[in-house]
């Protein structure tokens, strides 16, 4: 009697919150109902991410860098960012660790003040007649202080992207010819080494590879210069039982390119391969909201991911890939667009997509700055896509399974293993305005945990439709007043913001019987903790 109490008490609370969900839901009461199923096969994992999958960028741009006559960037540069910020600290430290890639465009125009290029230490300054559009800049040895005892407070694991110009001449092909100069970079390195300070990985170059952005390098050359990096490290991290990574070369996916670069790094030179994502197109089209919404448009990344991972797995290498920049929308993204509700469409089905090809980490361009910040270049707060990436960073574990969704090409599904917990974390993104989408799941290889006991599915097929007894937690993620340019999001139908000391918001779940269809609003993002359901591939 009191199990039967409790079900029917659960089963009125969802019902209630499903009716109020569908109230500020643009207008879910009054929307068809479409139902779908999520098959999930869980006999072995089809990819592994790092367990701090979630990054994030911050980037060199001066307030002077502007797009299409906006000024986006402010003080977010890394010159110039304010460390003393509350909010900034805490939305860092909610990660613990979050993964942070420092670099960008004018890396690749940066000296490094250490006394060793006997140069003065400028300022950024436009001119149109540059490359990259900037005069050469400098980091302050001060500078790099200052961020560094930041990092370590914020408990940051930091990624460096080095200057791999320096030294450099043009060809006649147009690309950039000689061998890299290391000398400024060795003596950064070697200065923050002496420091003590603690750096997950080294970067050499931004978009050089391929046809290149503004520059390029050929991949012979790139890799004889990852060696050059390879030794410079080996050498002063010998003592260091544990050494940084080396990662490379942070641009758009040329397969030939890569190809060549893998095939011609010498062993251990190369920890992990780079390559950035901005497939929507510039900031500047008014399109974006009908890409993002366009299920066939999401699809065609994959081949980036799928041709990435065939070069990987057809060489003997055991480099890894990340996507190390990924803002949509190139050239600083579109104001209420990339930073408001509807990019967390295209951002998280990125992230899971990227996930089902061996991606091992997605940094997201950017932490701050321009119009695609997960925190709010001016005020610091949150934007909608900060709460999803720390929902992921929380719910969504290493292992990943295969999830196939039939119902609505329009409903997009993710599933892994449950991080720090028992069975499966799935993500439902519905990308329709107009329906609510009621999903069943059904699983291969599961077996049920009921009263601390396992129970086989039966069935001969070895799927079975979701519906034993068991309690699953649910995040719904919605836009405020249902208006998905908002740049305010709503989780279980409650404003999410940090308090007023700046601490980030509690994420609460409604715990719903797992023998109800998951009730996904229309234009709404669900993850959902089902932790009764466990597979083979997440026992280990």
């Not at 006559?69 to 460390?83: K, V, Y």
């Not at 919605?478 to 980030?504: F, H, R, V, W, Y």
Request: net charge neutral; with cysteine; charged share 15%.
């Amino acid at each position: 009697m009191g199990t039967l109490f409790q079900l029917r008490h659960l089963s009125i609370r969802a019902l209630i919150f499903v009716l109020h969900l569908g109230q500020i839901a643009w207008g879910a009461l009054e929307s068809a109902v479409v139902h779908g199923t999520v098959s999930i096969n869980g006999s072995s994992a089809i990819g592994r991410i790092d367990g701090d999958y979630v990054c994030a960028t911050l980037d060199w741009w001066p307030p002077e860098k502007c797009d299409y006559g906006s000024c986006s960037w402010d003080h977010a540069s890394l010159l110039n960012l304010d460390l003393s910020n509350i909010i900034l600290l805490n939305a860092i430290k909610a990660f613990s660790p979050l993964k942070i890639r420092l670099g960008g465009t004018l890396q690749d125009k940066v000296i490094y003040s250490t006394g060793d290029s006997q140069q003065p230490c400028p300022s950024f300054v436009r001119n149109s007649s540059e490359l990259f559009g900037f005069s050469q800049g400098c980091l302050p040895l001060s500078r790099w202080d200052e961020l560094n005892h930041f990092f370590k407070k914020a408990k940051v694991r930091v990624i460096f992207g080095l200057n791999a110009l320096n030294g450099r001449i043009p060809l006649s092909d147009g690309s950039m010819g000689g061998p890299w100069n290391y000398t400024n970079a060795a003596s950064l390195i070697r200065y923050t080494v002496n420091k003590r300070y603690s750096i997950h990985g080294w970067e050499l170059g931004n978009e050089l590879s391929g046809s290149g952005i503004g520059a390029r390098i050929g991949a012979a050359q790139y890799a004889a210069d990852m060696f050059s990096l390879h030794s410079i490290v080996e050498k002063i991290y010998e003592s260091f039982k544990i050494k940084p990574l080396l990662l490379a070369p942070g641009g758009f996916l040329d397969a030939n390119w890569y190809q060549e670069l893998i095939n011609k790094s010498l062993p251990n030179s190369l920890d992990v391969v780079t390559h950035h994502i901005y497939n929507l197109g510039p900031g500047v089209d008014e399109h974006l909201i009908e890409k993002i919404l366009d299920p066939n448009y999401l699809d065609g990344e994959a081949n980036t991911f799928s041709n990435l991972q065939n070069i990987l797995k057809s060489s003997t290498t055991s480099v890894t890939a990340w996507v190390g920049e990924a803002g949509g929308a190139y050239n600083s993204g579109h104001n209420h667009v990339t930073n408001a509700f509807v990019f967390s469409f295209w951002y998280l089905d990125q992230m899971g997509m990227a996930a089902t090809y061996d991606t091992k980490t997605y940094c997201r361009q950017s932490l701050i700055g321009g119009n695609y910040g997960l925190l709010d270049t001016t005020t610091f707060a949150p934007n909608p896509d900060y709460y999803s990436a720390l929902l992921w960073h929380r719910l969504m574990g290493r292992k990943v399974l295969s999830a196939k969704f039939s119902g609505t090409n329009k409903t997009r599904a993710y599933a892994h293993c449950a991080k720090h917990s028992e069975g499966i974390t799935l993500l439902l993104i519905n990308l329709d305005g107009n329906n609510t989408v009621h999903v069943d799941v059904a699983t291969h290889s599961a077996m049920r945990r009921v009263s601390n006991h396992r129970h086989r599915h039966t069935r001969k097929s070895g799927i079975k439709k979701s519906g034993s007894i068991g309690i699953r937690k649910e995040y719904h993620l919605t836009a405020k007043d249902g208006n998905i340019g908002s740049q305010t999001m709503l989780l279980n139908g409650n404003i999410l913001a940090p308090t007023p000391d700046g601490e980030m918001p509690s994420f609460d779940p409604i715990k719903v019987n797992s023998s109800e269809s998951i009730v996904v609003a229309p234009f709404s993002i669900v993850f959902t903790h089902i932790p009764d359901m466990d597979f083979p591939a997440c026992r280990s």
